[in-house]
């Protein structure tokens, strides 16, 4: 029995196989194509920094492995980023076959929204937020305040700022889907909004590793975001279940 099982999944096999395959060339060439452009890469990524505070001229590496590493994460960001078309599409092929019409409309549209929406926050991040987080957080350069920027942990906080944005744009779209699939009320979220904007708060605090600064510019956008996702769900999140009948009276 247990034989035949493995018989009948050695196809599947062999196509998650074929698409896994795919999925790492496209990722290694990518990921290679980042770092032969890693200074074009770093400067775009250090642009608002300069911006933000002329005076610094460079950053600093400490350790001898820091810049390569650096670098190496880097491109292998931007290479996951870029081959991201490519995963999804192998992803795509291998599920396709075994989906109904409906359900493929359904997963091409979560696909779509999704991405648009995280590619909204994380261009909103680094050139909305970012800029003006960097100027403050340069303002207390002083001639007897030198800032000696580390390269690692400059680009680390970049990556994570954007990763954070990009994540919570999602959150109007992950209110309509909860709607849509009955799991909660259309007028949940309203009538609970103080409880979700405290969690908004905390949520920003942990993404934005404590940083009071950068908690308060990712934690006003949300609660836009957070509204916005309420308006979304009265408007798309479908028709309130209608409400039981009562049974008729005992004769």
């Known amino acids: 029995m247990m034989l035949e099982a493995l018989e009948q999944f050695r196809p599947h096999q062999e196509e998650l196989r074929r698409r896994l395959i795919h999925c790492c060339l496209a990722l290694t060439l990518t990921t290679t194509v980042a770092y032969l452009f890693k200074d074009h890469i770093a400067a775009w990524c250090m642009h608002p920094l300069y911006t933000a505070y002329p005076e610094l001229g460079k950053l600093v590496y400490t350790k001898l492995t820091e810049a390569f590493l650096s670098y190496l994460k880097l491109s292998l960001l931007v290479g996951l980023i870029a081959g991201s078309p490519v995963l999804l599409y192998q992803l795509w092929l291998f599920i396709a076959p075994g989906l ?132 979304a769900g009265g408007v798309f999140g479908g028709k309130k279940n209608p409400p039981p009948a009562e049974d008729p009276p005992a004769a």
């Not at 305040?145 to 690692?152: E, F, T, W």
């Not at 409880?195 to 934690?219: D, K, N, Q, R």
């Open 100 to 231: 109904m019409d409906h359900e493929k409309r359904t997963i091409r549209n979560i696909l779509l929204w999704a991405s648009l929406l995280f590619a909204g926050g994380a261009l909103f991040a680094f050139y909305i937020v970012l800029p003006r987080m960097l100027h403050y957080f340069m303002s207390y350069a002083t001639p007897t305040l030198q800032p000696m920027l580390k390269l690692g942990l400059y680009l680390t906080f970049i990556a994570r700022m954007i990763l954070a944005f990009g994540i919570a744009f999602e959150i109007p779209f992950l209110m309509v889907m909860a709607i849509r699939a009955g799991l909660i009320q259309s007028d949940h979220f309203r009538n609970k909004r103080m409880y979700f904007y405290i969690a908004i708060v905390v949520l920003a605090f942990l993404l934005t590793t404590g940083e009071l600064t950068a908690t308060t510019l990712l934690s006003f956008p949300l609660f836009a975001l957070y509204e916005a996702g309420i308006v």
